[in-house]
């Protein structure tokens, strides 16, 4: 290292083999060809490299001090082994051969799970255990699950404390069991739907952005504050309107004539009712107006029109004036 005061030689670095296991804390076996876990000393370990290997089963880990497991890109196609390392924090199983996400019944603590783009069969989709999603539920902050063929995310309502979701490229079709999910899951802060069928319907953002409650980005877009609180409010007005009770004018009045038009039928607003819609006739009968005179007193007869406009004309004339006609000499 150059300094002010010439070349300084740094000690060397203590390379963090098994001679000294203080200070191994990671261990990168990734891109090894690997078909086995091997069986090593994990007693300091806490990141372990395991992907993109040929992996098939999850065996030889046994450590409490293990936090990051990285297993993705392999051969798996079952979730086993993970009893002994009930610390992890972080598993990472994306691209593998997975087809029910289960065996992970004692990661209590288990806060980011990628299980995203499993080589299933065509027409397969990923499953989820309800036990295992239980066992999760309280720790559970980031998921990624896309690329599945996931139909429905029913079965993860448990996850209350879900802070980050990626669900883009399933078969999702249903955007209302969608919403209902994101009302129950209040620290929602990022999520990706894009991929899906209700991605392509009309205001699929809004709806999300109106169930959220802090939703601060949607497939990678930011979502303002204000453009929530906007949202929000457009869409309670609207279930306000939705939500008044529609009145069907044949049901109230059994003897309503045929040619009143069907939209009619069904808009009468609840004031016409009040107001005994059964002295309405046919829409060809003449609606007779009640005088207000009474018969005793004697009628007035109403100023014409163009006698008040003369009258007003005259007052702004002077009171004396003359007009003189010149004949030409």
């Given at each position: 290292m150059n300094t002010k005061l010439g070349k300084v030689k740094l000690p060397p670095c203590r390379p963090k083999t098994a001679k000294n296991p203080?200070?191994?804390?990671?261990?990168?076996?990734?891109?090894?060809?690997?078909?086995?876990?091997p069986l090593i000393d994990l007693s300091t370990v806490c990141v372990i490299y395991l992907h993109n290997n040929e992996?098939?089963?999850?065996?030889?880990l046994k450590s409490s001090t293990v936090t990051s497991l990285y297993l993705q890109c392999n051969n798996i196609y079952e979730i086993k082994g993970l009893e002994d390392v009930p610390?992890?924090?972080?598993?990472?199983?994306?691209?593998?051969?997975?087809?029910?996400l289960e065996g992970i019944d004692?990661?209590?603590?288990?806060e980011e799970l990628h299980i995203e783009k499993q080589n299933l069969p065509m027409?397969?989709?990923?499953?989820?255990?309800?036990?295992?999603?239980?066992?999760?539920?309280?720790?559970?902050?980031?998921?990624?699950?896309?690329?599945?063929?996931?139909?429905?995310?029913?079965?993860?309502?448990?996850?209350?404390?879900?802070?980050?979701?990626?669900?883009?490229?399933?078969?999702?079709?249903?955007?209302e069991e969608v919403c209902e999910l994101i009302k129950s899951w209040f620290y929602l802060r990022e999520a990706w739907f894009l991929g899906n069928p209700f991605s392509k319907k009309h205001r699929y953002r809004e709806d999300i952005i109106a169930a959220s409650y802090c939703l601060d980005f949607l497939d990678d877009k930011a979502v303002s504050a204000s453009t929530r609180n906007f949202i929000k409010c457009f869409e309670n007005e609207k279930l306000k309107k939705s939500s008044r009770p529609s009145i069907n004018l044949e049901e109230i009045v059994p003897s309503l004539p045929k040619n009143y038009p069907l939209p009619l039928k069904k808009a009468v607003s609840a004031s016409l009712?009040?107001?005994?819609?059964?002295?309405?006739?046919?829409?060809?009968?003449?609606?007779?107006?009640?005088?207000t005179i009474s018969p005793n007193k004697p009628r007035l007869k109403k100023k014409s029109h163009h006698n008040r406009i003369i009258k007003e004309e005259m007052n702004h004339f002077p009171g004396s004036f003359s007009y003189e006609m010149r004949l030409p000499t």
């Amino acid at each position: 290292m150059n300094t002010k005061l010439g070349k300084v030689k740094l000690p060397p670095c203590r390379p963090k083999t098994a001679k000294n296991p203080n200070t191994v804390t990671h261990i990168y076996y990734d891109h090894k060809n690997l078909k086995k876990i091997p069986l090593i000393d994990l007693s300091t370990v806490c990141v372990i490299y395991l992907h993109n290997n040929e992996i098939t089963q999850i065996e030889n880990l046994k450590s409490s001090t293990v936090t990051s497991l990285y297993l993705q890109c392999n051969n798996i196609y079952e979730i086993k082994g993970l009893e002994d390392v009930p610390n992890v924090k972080k598993l990472y199983l994306g691209n593998n051969e997975i087809s029910v996400l289960e065996g992970i019944d004692h990661l209590n603590d288990l806060e980011e799970l990628h299980i995203e783009k499993q080589n299933l069969p065509m027409g397969t989709a990923l499953c989820f255990d309800p036990r295992s999603i239980m066992c999760i539920s309280k720790s559970l902050q980031v998921l990624n699950i896309s690329g599945n063929g996931i139909e429905s995310l029913s079965s993860l309502a448990p996850l209350r404390h879900l802070r980050s979701i990626c669900a883009s490229n399933n078969r999702l079709k249903d955007i209302e069991e969608v919403c209902e999910l994101i009302k129950s899951w209040f620290y929602l802060r990022e999520a990706w739907f894009l991929g899906n069928p209700f991605s392509k319907k009309h205001r699929y953002r809004e709806d999300i952005i109106a169930a959220s409650y802090c939703l601060d980005f949607l497939d990678d877009k930011a979502v303002s504050a204000s453009t929530r609180n906007f949202i929000k409010c457009f869409e309670n007005e609207k279930l306000k309107k939705s939500s008044r009770p529609s009145i069907n004018l044949e049901e109230i009045v059994p003897s309503l004539p045929k040619n009143y038009p069907l939209p009619l039928k069904k808009a009468v607003s609840a004031s016409l009712v009040q107001n005994k819609l059964h002295i309405l006739g046919p829409l060809d009968t003449p609606v007779e107006k009640k005088s207000t005179i009474s018969p005793n007193k004697p009628r007035l007869k109403k100023k014409s029109h163009h006698n008040r406009i003369i009258k007003e004309e005259m007052n702004h004339f002077p009171g004396s004036f003359s007009y003189e006609m010149r004949l030409p000499t």
